[in-house]
T-cell receptor, first 111, second 113 residues
Framework: EAAVTQSPRSKVAVTGGKVTLSCHQT?????MYWYRQDTGHGLRLIHY???????EKGDIPDGYKASRPSQENFSLILELASLSQTAVYFC??????????FGPGTRLTVL | SQLAEENPWALSVHEGESVTVNCSYK?????LQWYRQKSGEGPAQLIL?????REKRNGRLRATLDTSSQSSSLSITATRCEDTAVYFC?????????????FGAGTQLIVIP
């Protein structure tokens, strides 16, 4: 069954540490996205990618890097995690950039 | 400031009643999407309505779009307990920004059995 999976589902990190969030999709979609969601807020776009080996900055890219090594995989990297990056992170994939299929999310807590 | 905003912030209805969530947005769009997010899950698309459409239906769901007033609504008829969720509108400016959605903060809907 086509799906978007994320790992880990939950993570506790220390301030200043490196964090890598992974996303894998079996939808055969070219478009992939990383969003963050803060409690009581909507989703904000961090990075996205239209094709493997290429990434683009979204609306809030500062403090984040992204990597798209293949069509199926898209990673979000926090080189120096900060308290303000505590949030739930969602990955999504899309065929045409329209309907986006979201993963279950990763809850990140930075202490 | 947010480019899309839902209202009300929260509402509750009894099962079987109808409910409407409104959305206002601030930019030119090629499409507006409605998503639902149940607790502990990622959002799931309900309806996509393009800028040249005025109304779109999907089962018990009906979305309207008024580009002149930059507003949209999502109506749910015959609500069920499983409709309890947060409902988001998301705007898509299209073109080179295709797929760069801007979400509102959402409306929390509670359906009471």
């Amino acid at each position: 069954e086509a799906a978007v999976t994320q790992s880990p589902r939950s993570k506790v990190a220390v301030t200043g540490g490196k964090v890598t969030l992974s996303c894998h999709q079996t939808n055969n979609h070219d478009y992939m996205y990383w969003y963050r969601q803060d409690t009581g807020h909507g989703l904000r776009l961090i990075h996205y990618s239209y094709v493997a080996d290429s990434t683009e900055k979204g609306d809030i890219p500062d403090g984040y890097k992204a990597s798209r090594p293949s069509q199926e995989n898209f990673s979000l990297i926090l080189e120096l995690a900060s308290l303000s990056q505590t949030a739930v992170y969602f990955c999504a994939s899309s065929h045409s950039g329209e309907e986006q299929y979201f993963g279950p999310g990763t809850r990140l807590t930075v202490l | 400031s947010q480019l899309a905003e839902e209202n009300p912030w929260a509402l509750s209805v009894h099962e079987g009643e109808s409910v409407t969530v409104n959305c206002s947005y601030k930019t030119s769009i090629t499409a507006l999407q409605w998503y639902r997010q149940k607790s502990g899950e990622g959002p799931a698309q309900l309806i996509l309505i393009r800028s040249n459409e005025r109304e779109k239906r999907n089962g018990r769901l009906r979305a309207t779009l008024d580009t002149s007033s930059q507003s949209s609504s999502l109506s749910i008829t015959a609500t069920r307990c499983e409709d309890t969720a947060v409902y988001f509108c998301a705007t898509d400016a299209g073109g080179s920004a295709l797929g760069r959605l801007h979400f509102g903060a959402g409306t929390q809907l509670i359906v009471i059995p």
